[in-house]
């Protein structure tokens, strides 16, 4: 019996040691998922600038209003597309963070449930 329950605990040690890996795992992810974001408004305020700097250049709106025109919608298919990339981040940055956190308090709370009992049967043993 007292053998078995140094396995359990060995085990619930291991248990432990591949949660807090777990853990690290995603915190780089989500660390590295935050600097891509960074990166891409970064990327989203440079072009927003050069756009405005061509329409400055433009001179009057008059003069050429289809070039203007041009370049307001591949300044919009830019955005969206940017604004896409954008949003699928920050979904697959939930969705690990989500699942990580359901994973780690299910677990969680069986290894209090277990850790509990273990120390139950420790007491009873002394």
């Known amino acids: 019996q007292r053998?078995?329950?140094?396995?359990?605990?060995?085990?619930?040690?291991?248990?432990?040691?591949?949660?807090?890996?777990?853990?690290?795992?995603?915190?780089?992810e989500s660390e590295r998922s935050r600097a891509q974001m960074r990166g891409l408004q970064e990327q989203f305020s440079?072009?927003?600038e050069?756009?405005?700097n061509l329409l400055q250049s433009q001179g009057s709106p008059g003069q050429n209003g289809e070039g203007t025109v041009n370049i307001m919608k591949v300044y919009q298919e830019k955005l969206s597309e940017d604004s896409g990339?954008?949003?699928?981040?920050?979904?697959?940055?939930?969705?690990?963070?989500?699942?990580?956190?359901?994973?780690?308090?299910?677990?969680?709370?069986?290894?209090?449930?277990?850790?509990?009992?273990?120390?139950?049967?420790?007491k009873a043993l002394e």
């Open 85 to 122: 990339k954008c949003k699928e981040g920050m979904e697959k940055i939930c969705t690990v963070a989500d699942e990580d956190s359901r994973s780690e308090s299910s677990g969680t709370e069986e290894e209090k449930e277990k850790t509990k009992l273990l120390l139950e049967r420790l």
């Open 46 to 48: 440079r072009m927003e």
């Open 50 to 52: 050069t756009v405005r």
């Open 3 to 28: 053998e078995k329950l140094i396995h359990e605990l060995e085990e619930e040690r291991h248990l432990r040691l591949e949660s807090e890996k777990r853990l690290r795992e995603v915190t780089l």
